[in-house]
């Protein structure tokens, strides 16, 4: 009940936001080698280099959500399975250098780094590991880490950039994959985020027995 109630909170917040004409920003510095190729003890500098060349402040994209969750990934990345580890490395890896092109701009705007930014974290987490590891797969194996990873803070970030997709495929689909444990656990944490946003149970009642049989 609460997963239903958060799907129908994030489709009203992203309704909810405002789009405008956001203005262009030319570089403030160069496209860096070491940017493009983090060294292995900095892998999420790059993050850090796409807000310097186009600065968008610490409520947008770059440092807020791209930064906060590649410095999440690899803290917790000793207590996921190996094939967890190499899978949760790949997705990494694929949202960094989908990112690049953006990175190499002549110009930009935030709008459009906010817009890149969730839609390559949404095809980089669909992504299949040469040892057959996807995101259903990597939850399954891996339930009490992956709860451990996201929380109510982390879906806030997800969703306060307007577009709620990412928070609903990781709430939704790591409840659907993680079993009883993780289903309890992020149906918790969907509800805290309901009651952030205000419970919205009240004006959808009647779809919940519309879809009680596809989430059980």
Known sequence: MRIIVFLIATQVV??????????????????SAECLNPPSDNPCLFYQCL?????CGANEYALKVGHHFCIKKNQ????????????????????????????????????????????VMLDCINHRSDTGMDFCRFVGSNAAQYAELI????????????NPRIAARMIVNGA?????????????????????????????????????????
């Open 176 to 216: 659907y994959c993680g079993g009883e444990l993780l289903r309890n656990r992020l149906a918790d944490l969907a509800g805290g985020f309901n009651d952030a946003v205000g419970s919205l149970l009240h004006i959808y009642q009647g779809l919940s027995s519309r879809w009680t049989n596809f989430w059980n």
């Open 151 to 162: 929380t109510i803070d982390d879906v806030s970030r997800l969703t306060s950039l307007g």
């Open 76 to 119: 917790h990345l000793p207590f996921f399975t190996p094939n967890g580890t190499k899978w949760l490395n790949e997705t990494n890896i694929c949202i960094r250098e989908s990112l690049i092109p953006t990175y190499q701009l002549d110009e930009t705007s935030c709008a459009n780094i906010r817009t890149v930014g969730q839609n």
């Open 14 to 31: 992203g309704c909810a936001a405002f789009w405008w004409s956001e203005p262009m920003i030319q570089p403030r510095e160069d496209v």
């Open 51 to 55: 807000e310097r060349r186009f600065p």
